[in-house]
């Protein structure tokens, strides 16, 4: 069964940085275009940037323009999320998803991992 990791998850300090991962063991990976979700507590899941298979991205929350950005590494199957000069409105948990295109909404995604916990907190 395919399965999508996610990984990097931890507690920051505002300011700080992280960087997620999420990996697609068994995917053909470079098919897939790649989601970062989030999901805040009491809040319902919302997309932060997607990267397409040809390597596009685009944003679906503007608050994370400028300080967080996607890549993705078809020869390890992984796919990163680095995020820089963390808010505490970025603590939720991150989850990724695969999918044949990019999305902003949960629906049209065919995969997604357990996801990973971040939390911005002094």
């Known amino acids: 069964q395919l399965q999508l990791v996610e990984s990097g998850g931890d507690l920051v300090q505002p300011g700080g940085s992280l960087r997620l991962s999420c990996a697609g063991p068994g995917f053909t990976w470079d098919y897939y275009a790649i989601g970062w979700f989030r999901q805040a507590p009491g809040k319902g899941r919302e997309g932060v940037l997607c990267?397409?298979?040809?390597?596009?991205?685009?944003y679906y929350a503007d608050s994370v323009k400028g300080r967080f950005t996607i890549s993705r590494d078809n020869v390890n199957n992984t796919v990163y999320l680095q995020m820089n000069s963390l808010k505490p409105e970025a603590t939720a948990v991150y989850y990724c998803?695969?999918?044949?295109?990019?999305?902003?909404?949960?629906?049209?995604?065919?995969?997604w991992g357990q996801g990973t916990q971040v939390t911005v907190s002094s």
């Open positions: 990267i397409s298979s040809s390597g596009g991205s685009t």
């Open positions: 998803a695969a999918g044949p295109y990019c999305s902003g909404y949960v629906r049209p995604w065919d995969y």
